[in-house]
Nanobody, 119 residues
Framework: QVQLVESGGGLVQAGGSLRLSCSASRSMFSFALMGWYRQAPGKQRELVAA???????SYADSAKGRFTISRDNAENTLYLQMNTLKPEDTAVYYC?????????????WGQGTQVTVSS
């Protein structure tokens, strides 16, 4: 069973920074794809940033230039560095990982960490 545990959320003023961490219970190399999603109240969950193959990254337009996704293979940890935070970044942030075994795709989610940006 794969576990993803997020940490690093909190309350920050607009313009500030936070770094989210996602600790995985297995090697990062076992994930075909990892990413960060967020869900604000009353809105659908949306992709913020993704990493494929350890080095290919993609970002939502709202995150480009401000957020950076990275990982530490030795620590089995995925990160999301968030700079120049805005009130509209307020949401619960979820870590997501995809494991592909043969024809099967398994999606794993963390429990989420709250990020609140005050104006």
């Amino acid at each position: 069973q794969v576990q993803l545990v997020e940490s690093g959320g909190g309350l920050v003023q607009a313009g500030g920074s936070l770094r989210l961490s996602c600790s995985a219970s297995r090697s990062m190399f076992s994930f075909a794809l990892m990413g960060w999603y967020r869900q604000a109240p009353g809105k659908q969950r949306e992709l913020v940033a993704a990493m494929q193959g350890g080095d290919m990254t993609s970002y939502a337009d709202s995150a480009k230039g401000r957020f950076t996704i990275s990982r530490d293979n030795a620590e089995n940890t995925l990160y999301l560095q968030m700079n120049t935070l805005k009130p509209e970044d307020t949401a619960v942030y979820y870590c997501h990982g995809v494991v592909i075994t043969g024809p099967s795709r398994l999606d794993y989610w963390g429990q989420g960490t709250q990020v609140t940006v005050s104006s």
